[in-house]
């Protein structure tokens, strides 16, 4: 099987109130596990099942007869980038190299942090906000449904999952609000740091 639910970085109640357990809960035991089983039954007797995810993603790419592997193997991938994106008692502003950097690109971390929130308040539907690595300048993107900054060779560094199922039973159709409790109070910037 070349594709596995990894465990959450973190209890799945740490990260209360912000993301409740429950949320937790079908976020990763039902959600996540769904792309995982999914892709792993869509590449098992493929050419493609000893390739690892980033590896499948890249490949498959654009290709409308590889729609749904890419859509479950880039799923996988999204969500065990997103919980290494999040940290009980973490968000508000960097330290470390990350926190110069955003100073330099975005002139400001306020401008950030209003960029990323715009990203996932704009992103129409299902989808994800980003921040990236591009040319060596710090970009904020967004992409839809499961499209990845990796498919397009981009290097991700933080993202926010804006699918309702990432937010629903916590905050119902209020995604801004979700959006501003994650970036003050969940951004792993140690994570974010290891990908600068
Ligand atoms: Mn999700």
Known sequence: ??????????????LAPYLSDRTLEFHHDK?????????NKLLAGTELDKEDAETIIKKVAG???KAAIFNNVAQAWNHSFYWNCLKPKAGGRPTGQIAQKIDADFGSYEKFAEELKNAGITQFGSGWA???LKN?????????NADTP?????????????WEHAYY??????????????IDNLINWDFVNSRL
Request: proline residues 11%; without cysteine; negative net charge.
């Open 169 to 182: 039973l916590d905050y119902q159709n209020r995604r801004p609000d979700y959006l501003q409790a994650v």
């Open 63 to 65: 290709d409308p007869s």
């Open 150 to 162: 990796i498919a397009h060779g981009i290097n991700p560094l933080l993202t926010v999952d804006v």
């Open 136 to 144: 060596g300048k710090l970009e904020i993107t967004k992409t839809l």
């Open 1 to 14: 099987m070349p594709l596995t639910l990894p465990d959450l970085p973190f209890p799945k109640n740490a």
């Open 130 to 132: 980003w921040l990236v």
């Open 31 to 39: 959600h996540h596990k769904a792309y995982v089983d999914n892709a």
